[in-house]
């Protein structure tokens, strides 16, 4: 079943952006302007409590009106709700934890080798 979170930012037509989390398809997405378009942040389990942040997409029309960003925080609010940990494969991801690092984002992610993203 999808979850629905409105997200207090707004699109072009003044109404809140929506992220619905898909469990079965693992992937958070954003419709776009009401029609087929969609903006995706997909993800994996590779663990039993351990899901990789993969892959963040918007279309390029939509670039740049922090729809990512919103994915980014609801992908790991639902990393710190369901007391998961997270590898971000996703450069994306990474660069939101940069931007944002805040201690419960940061405690959940996951370290795979000593090329992949680094915090500090």
Known sequence: MAESNAIPVQDENNCPIKVDHDRKKRQFEVRLNGSHERAVLLY???????????HTEVPDAYRGRGIAKLMAKAALDFVVEEDLRAHLTCWYLQKYIKENPLPHYVERIQQRAPTDFQLH
């Open 44 to 54: 994996e389990y590779v663990g039993k409590k351990t899901i990789d942040l993969q």
